[in-house]
Structure formats: C-alpha cells, structure tokens
C-alpha cells in the first residue's frame, strides 16, 4: 500500500511540475509580451511628452514675438500720430509764413507802385 501511494504522489508530482513548467512559461511569455507593450507604451507617453514640451517652448517663442510685435506697432502708432502733427503744425507755419511773404510782396509791390509815381510826378515837374 505503501508502495501505491509513493508511487500516485510521484505521477502526482511529476504532473505538477509538468503543468507548473508549462503554464508558468506561457506566463512568463505573456508577461513579457506585456512588458513589451507597456515598454512601446512608456516611450510613447515619453515622446509625446517631450513633443508637448517643445510645443509649450514654440508657443512660449511666438508669443514673445507677438508681444514684441505688438510693442513695435504701438511705437509706429504713435510715432505716425506725431508726425501727423508735425505735418499739421508745418502746414500752420507755412500758411503763417506764406501769409507774411505774401504781406511783405505786396508791400514791396505797393512801396514800388509809389515810388514809381513819384518819379513821375518829380519828372513832369
């Protein structure tokens, strides 16, 4: 009897560690399989991190150069409305100036205009 149950507890154990080998090794494949996948996905997630990163930076770049964009248009703004009245305030001076040199011409036409009548009335006389 003795014999008999030695001899089921060894088929028994042999079985055991068959079916442990077996299947434990389909785990492990599995389990690497896995890996793998988790793996490829980790540097994935990674990339796409790194891609996010760089994006922010892009973006942090553009809109620096917006702002400074936007600083040298409001520069060009208000220079361009001080110009427009440097050009208004030329044009008052030139019509200032214009109104001056066209008081002193006809005086001088007029001044003339006299003088040459008095020569002619010194010259009849």
Not at 7 to 14: A, D, L
Not at 45 to 73: A, G, M, P
Not at 93 to 100: A, D, E, P, T, V
Request: proline share 0%; glycine share 4%.
């Amino acid at each position: 009897m003795l014999k008999n149950f030695l001899k089921w507890v060894i088929i028994i154990g042999f079985i055991l560690a068959a079916w442990i080998y077996f299947t434990g090794s389909g785990n492990c494949q599995e389990l690497s399989e896995q890996e793998k996948l988790l793996t490829e996905i980790s540097v994935d997630v990674k990339y796409i991190k790194s891609s996010i990163e760089e994006l922010k930076i892009d973006f942090k770049s553009i809109q620096s150069d917006l702002t400074n964009l936007e600083h040298r248009v409001t520069n060009v703004e208000h220079k361009t409305n001080n110009l427009e009245n440097v050009i208004c305030n030329i044009e008052s001076i030139n019509k200032w100036f214009l109104g001056i040199l066209a008081t002193i011409v006809g005086g001088l036409v007029l001044y003339q205009y006299r003088r040459a009548s008095t020569f002619r009335k010194n010259d009849r006389a």
